[in-house]
């Protein structure tokens, strides 16, 4: 279940700053759900989300079961040079993800 | 006593809404300034330059819109370090903590939360200069998240 994707803009000013938003497919398990025959399921969520660009961490998120399952994030960044932005994630299973989106900067 | 068992029948319907309170009893509502002062260490933090945008009242708490927007020049400087989203009354009392920088340019973080009861949630900013700002609102959820079948 480690989907997710980031989007930036296609193209922007050097030292513009835009909007990056990122979707991750997590079910955000609280750990407060039972199944139908009691088993209580167990806590696993996205604990930790990174987003770097030209080489520096732009935005990082630690999270509990208090964000919403499949989590969404807008933040901000300086766009500094032509490349990939990167948005990797980890779940308290362990279970990595990574997400890039390029951006052009002129 | 036909009329009598209607009411009975009817009352016990009317009645059945109220169960959800009973479980939100369970719940007990933290001392969201004391949580505050645990982030920022007793120091007193601004309400100025800092907005938390959350609706008044959400119709599932499953996934209720925030926002915050801190104002903030961002530079090596003077930037906003990390941002703190603390609950009242959810089971786990920290949400979130953004970290920015520099980098971000600007000081301004949107996500979906999960909120267990109507509750009060606080904002706190940590500054690079060591200040903090705080912001507070206040959500009424009608569906709670958490009780039963939340996903």
């Known amino acids: 279940m480690?989907?997710?994707?980031?989007q930036v803009p296609a193209r922007a000013r050097r030292g513009e700053v835009v909007e990056a938003r990122v979707l991750i497919?997590?079910?955000?398990?609280?750990?407060?759900?039972?199944e139908a025959d009691g088993r209580a399921v167990p806590m696993n969520v996205v604990n930790t989300v990174t987003c770097r660009h030209a080489g520096r961490e732009v935005f990082r998120a630690e999270l509990g079961s208090g964000i919403s399952a499949n989590p969404y994030f807008a933040f901000?960044?300086?766009?500094?040079?032509?490349?990939?932005?990167?948005?990797?994630?980890?779940?308290?299973a362990g279970e990595r993800g990574v997400a890039s989106a390029r951006i052009e900067v002129s | 006593m036909r009329r009598r068992r209607f009411l009975r029948a009817a009352g016990a319907v009317l009645a059945a809404p109220a169960l959800p309170a009973a479980a939100q009893a369970f719940l007990p509502r933290r001392d969201l300034a004391a949580l505050v002062a645990s982030v920022t260490g007793g120091a007193t933090p601004s309400r100025e330059g800092i907005a938390l945008e959350v609706p008044a009242l959400a119709?599932?708490?499953?996934?209720?819109?925030?926002?915050?927007?801190?104002?903030?020049?961002?530079?090596?400087?003077?930037?906003?370090?990390a941002i703190h989203v603390l609950s009242e009354r959810n089971p786990r009392e920290r949400v979130a903590l953004f970290h920015l920088g520099p980098a971000s340019g600007r000081a301004e973080v949107t996500t979906r939360i999960r909120l267990a009861v109507g509750q009060r949630i606080a904002v706190v900013a940590a500054l690079s200069g060591g200040r903090f700002r705080l912001a507070e609102a206040a959500v009424e959820v009608t569906a709670a998240a958490c009780i039963d079948e939340g996903t």
């Open chain 1, 2 to 6: 480690a989907l997710g994707r980031i």
């Open chain 2, 59 to 81: 119709e599932n708490g499953n996934s209720v819109a925030f926002r915050v927007r801190v104002e903030s020049p961002m530079t090596e400087a003077d930037h906003v370090r």
């Open chain 1, 76 to 92: 901000w960044f300086r766009a500094e040079e032509s490349g990939e932005v990167t948005v990797e994630w980890v779940d308290d």
């Open chain 1, 25 to 34: 497919r997590h079910a955000m398990e609280t750990g407060f759900r039972r």
